[in-house]
């Protein structure tokens, strides 16, 4: 089953902007820390930033000032607005969301497929 679908990536000129999107199927509820995390070739998934349900948000240093992440409970969506994109910020994102299955209660972790970002100098 797909838990999370995203969009959103695609190759962005140094010092420009993209907006990422990920929606939680309805196979969740209870969700309560969505984030988003990216994968550069060769290097190990890094955590981009988080934001729970409340709205508390956490932001890697490398992102700081430059990523925003936000979320609209009612559609079980977060977003990334990126701006100020570097050549470093290439790699493929991933959303994930921690919740419960809807009919079981299970609390899990769930990732989407990953959408590539491309940052050319």
């Known amino acids: 089953q797909v838990d999370l679908v995203e969009s959103g990536g695609g190759l962005v000129q140094a010092g420009g902007s993209l907006r990422l999107s990920c929606a939680a199927s309805g196979s969740l509820t209870r969700i309560n820390t969505m984030g988003w995390y990216r994968q550069a070739p060769g290097k190990q998934r890094e955590l981009v930033a988080t934001?729970?349900?409340?709205?508390?948000?956490n932001y890697a240093d490398s992102v700081k000032g430059r990523f925003t992440i936000s979320r609209d409970n009612d559609k079980s969506s977060v977003y990334l607005q990126m701006s100020s994109l570097k050549p470093e910020d290439t790699a493929v994102y991933y959303c994930?969301?921690?919740?419960?299955?809807?009919?079981?209660?299970?609390?899990?972790?769930?990732w989407g497929q990953g959408t590539l970002v491309t940052v050319s100098s």
């Open positions: 994930n969301a921690i919740g419960n299955r809807i009919l079981t209660f299970v609390n899990v972790e769930v």
């Open positions: 934001i729970t349900s409340g709205g508390t948000r």
